[in-house]
């Protein structure tokens, strides 16, 4: 199997009630996003259509679509090829999540009862022993629950699915961004604050700190995603 057909089935679901196409669509978008096809890798649509036994139809549907979203490009004579995700799409994509997580925080707080707080302190602290144990792929899950934890008391139907729409590129910049031990202590003592700052209602408060925990997530993004880009380049 090919290296774009292996990495594609691991993310295609035939099982779930879709089109086909869209199906194809949903795996190539998730596998680009995630890196698990490396940018400036080339797609053959006849290949992938053999391989994986899909007529071509749904194929060029998904390419044609990632065109459109600048995921991949047409080249005259080449064929499609992967673009990947790049500083400037960081940038675009926070400025978006900063006002989105303002909104849902902000929204979940004033809707949260005691209890909610309490299994939210709980979850830090859970996360908080992850950390120490050095357990990544552990404290990454309970970084994510932390955030979904507050989208879904915020009971903003619409914004979450907003988010979901985003999952993709949050997970791949969520795992640059704290897969640095020093980052991840920030970031959780980061998370600690925030709690703090919807414990006392606090919106001004909270707001400030959202936006800056996500600007020095931001901030250390880039400066890992020029890093890989020098060290691909220096090959």
Known sequence: MSTVSNAVSKNLDLTVNKPLKRLVY?????????GEIPA???????EFSEIMNISRTPIRYALQTLVEEKLVEHVPGIGIIV????TKDAYEIYAIRKSLDVLATTTA?????PAD?????SLLKTTEALNEADQVEAVLQKFSDFNEFIY????????KSIVLKLQEYLIYFRDIAVRSK?????ALKEHWLIYRGMLNQDEQQLTLLITEH???SLKFIIKEMDQRLNDKQSL
Do not use: C, P, V
Not at 83 to 86: E, L, R
């Open 83 to 86: 673009k990947g995700i790049n």
């Open 182 to 186: 020093e980052r991840r202590d920030k």
């Open 109 to 113: 707080m004033k809707q949260m009862t």
């Open 152 to 159: 879904n008391k915020s009971q903003m139907l619409r914004l």
């Open 117 to 121: 707080f309490e299994a939210l302190k």
């Open 40 to 46: 400036g890798e080339r797609i053959n649509e006849k």
């Open 26 to 34: 949903e795996a190539f978008r998730k596998t680009i996003i995630l």
């Open 214 to 216: 996500l600007d020095y």
